[in-house]
Antibody, heavy 120, light 110 residues
Framework: QVQLQESGPGLVKPSETLSLTCAVS?????????WGWIRQPPGKGLEWIGS???????SYNPSLKSRVTISEDTSKNQFSLRLSSVTAADTAVYYC?????????????WGQGTLVTVSS | QSVLTQPPSVSGAPGQRVTISCTGS?????????VHWYQQLPGTAPKLLIY???NRPSGVPDRFSGSKSGTSASLAITGLQAEDEADFYC??????????FGGGTKLTVL
């Protein structure tokens, strides 16, 4: 059974870089699966941030592309999110999720999410 | 504003049937991309409810069903139960293969 767990600072200052890690258990991240990050501002809907393919390639939301980097650490079986130059608008619950390696894929399973607040 | 349009809220009494629509365009759903649905219970992470327009993952009751036609998709819930009260989101892709979500629908069981 694949399980994901997000970790990282819960408070980030404006203009700094948000960094989160998603630890994967029950499956090797270098196998045939994709991995994604999704966020949800308080009281609002879901927003896709980006995805990491098992080949190491990435795809990002065009609205965030200039500030986002998603990378993998296969030795630790985890993948990471970095979002630079954050503002209060980046305050959200951040989820990591697995994606099936098929066309038009879906997100399953999801981590429990971690709240990141951007504030000085 | 989300690319996929969902009604902000729907409601129904226990035992009734409700439907939630997800309206897109010729650049996403209408281009043939599959639609997936997620249920988010209060205070929890979203959970996959329907994938590939109409398929239920193991463990999802058959009271939940999905369909797709043209530029829209629908989620139907029959035999409504109190524990179904949640937010529901549709998800698909655009022509640039970016993931897109609907704005979400809050289901209230009266």
């Amino acid at each position: 059974q694949v399980q994901l767990q997000e970790s990282g600072p819960g408070l980030v200052k404006p203009s700094e870089t948000l960094s989160l890690t998603c630890a994967v258990s029950g499956y090797s991240i270098s196998s045939a699966y994709y991995w994604g990050w999704i966020r949800q501002p308080p009281g609002k809907g879901l927003e896709w941030i980006g995805s990491l393919f098992h080949s190491g390639g990435t795809s990002y939301n065009p609205s965030l592309k200039s500030r986002v980097t998603i990378s993998e650490d296969t030795s630790k079986n985890q993948f990471s999110l970095r979002l630079s130059s954050v503002t209060a608008a980046d305050t959200a619950v951040y989820y990591c999720a697995g994606q099936s390696a098929v066309a038009d894929n879906w997100f399953d399973p999801w981590g429990q999410g971690t709240l990141v607040t951007v504030s000085s | 504003q989300s690319v996929l349009t969902q009604p902000p809220s729907v409601s129904g009494a226990p035992g009734q049937r409700v439907t939630i629509s997800c309206t897109g365009s010729s650049s996403n759903i209408g281009a043939g991309y599959d639609v997936h649905w997620y249920q988010q219970l209060p205070g929890t992470a979203p959970k996959l409810l329907i994938y590939g327009n109409s398929n239920r993952p193991s463990g999802v009751p058959d009271r939940f069903s999905g369909s797709k036609s043209g530029t829209s998709a629908s989620l139907a819930i029959t035999g409504l139960q109190a524990e179904d009260e949640a937010d529901f989101y549709c998800q698909s892709y655009d022509s640039s293969l970016n993931v897109i979500f609907g704005g979400g629908t809050k289901l209230t069981v009266l």
